[in-house]
């Protein structure tokens, strides 16, 4: 079976720190791709960034930046230089094929606050 | 800004009325997806349309009727729902094929509340 796990449903981080968000999976698959999403309360889902397990860097789009581990099967969101526009909803996901389609595995998300 | 977009943005709906909501996209992108998100937990799959052809239903009860007109519109037909149908309901398109690197974008939502 595949599963994404975020291990931390609330976290608060003051605002100009960095923080980092967890995400752990397992799948048997060899390749697979893994998706940040960012959800504020206005319900818009918004890619952030992702990473391919065959992939030699870790991506890094701007302030995101995924701290990649694929031996420990992990996959952290870090966001440098919190702003306060970054409290929201993050959701980490999977994504492996369904015959000729493509799915998402969820994990149950992470609700950041940033603080002033 | 999303290149998906929703519309209406909220929609209130009486348990006997008939309804739709809407999607498009112009990423060229031939797979659309419609998701219903409940407060605080992950998205979950409904349908999957591919080359505009439905590809997945995942037992969706058949008050919610989907259809893909074109490559760049999805609507989702509302009848007889249910107040436990209450929920965001997300757009998504992604490329189609098993490439896997394909992100799947997502619209901003629609609310909807049935009373």
């Known amino acids: 079976a595949q599963t994404v796990t975020q291990s931390q449903p609330e976290m608060s981080v003051q605002e100009a720190e960095t923080v980092t968000l967890s995400c752990t999976y397992d799948?048997?698959?060899?390749?697979?791709?893994l998706f940040w999403y960012k959800q504020p309360s206005s319900g818009e889902m918004i890619f952030l960034i992702y990473?391919?397990?065959?992939d030699q860097q870790n991506a890094t789009e701007g302030r995101y930046s995924l701290n990649f581990q694929k031996a420990r099967k992990s996959a952290n969101l870090v966001i440098s230089a919190s702003q306060l526009g970054d409290s929201a909803m993050y959701f980490c996901a999977m994504s492996f094929n369904a015959g000729n389609n493509r799915k998402l595995i969820w994990g149950l998300g992470t609700s950041l606050a940033v603080n002033p | 800004d999303t290149e998906v977009t929703q519309t209406p943005k909220h929609l209130v709906m009486g348990m006997t009325n008939k309804k739709s909501l809407k999607c498009e996209q112009h990423m060229g992108h031939r797979a659309m997806y419609w998701y219903k998100q409940k407060a605080k937990k992950p998205p979950e799959l409904m349908f999957v349309y591919s080359y505009e052809k439905l590809s997945i239903n995942e037992s969706v009860p058949s008050r919610f009727s989907p259809e893909c007109p074109n490559s760049s519109l999805l609507n989702l037909h509302l009848h007889a729902l249910q107040p436990e149908d209450s929920a965001l309901y997300l757009c998504?398109?992604?490329?189609?094929?098993?490439?896997?690197?394909?992100?799947?974008?997502f619209g901003e939502g629609s609310w909807l509340t049935v009373v």
């Open positions: 998504a398109s992604s490329q189609v094929g098993t490439a896997l690197r394909g992100t799947i974008y």
């Open positions: 990473q391919g397990s065959y």
């Open positions: 799948t048997s698959e060899s390749d697979y791709y």
